[in-house]
């Protein structure tokens, strides 16, 4: 029972299990790689159909575009309307200089926050 391990053994314990070592990371890395092989056909079908998704996007943004116009002019003269009746002067004395439109990017307790200072300056 109580042998001796040489520094000779302990050198090929060691080299032994870093190979072991070594063999299974490069079997991981294989295993990766047909996993991404396997997905890649997944992937190129999804990206086609975004690609098909967003061309019919463009197309119909186009036609929506078209009718933006005309609401767009109904829209400055609804706020230009609200802004003299909330003025009380009638909508020649008011000069709009530019009208944007704000990012709806924000979320809902960045509007809330915004309608809450709006109101208390009322």
Do not use: H, Y
């Amino acid at each position: 029972m109580a042998e001796r391990i040489t520094l000779m053994d302990s050198l090929m314990i060691t080299v032994f299990s870093m190979a072991v070592v070594f063999a299974v990371l490069a079997g991981i890395a294989l295993f990766i790689k047909l996993l991404r092989a396997a997905s890649n056909g997944v992937v190129e079908k999804e990206v086609k159909n975004k690609i098909q998704e967003n061309i019919k996007v463009e197309k119909a943004n186009e036609t929506i575009e078209e009718k933006e116009d005309i609401e767009d002019e109904e829209l400055v003269a609804v706020i230009s309307a609200a802004i003299a009746a909330s003025l009380g002067v009638s909508i020649p004395e008011i000069n709009i200089r530019s009208i944007r439109r704000t990012d709806l990017a924000t979320n809902s307790w960045a509007q809330a926050g915004r309608v809450e200072q709006i109101m208390s300056r009322l």
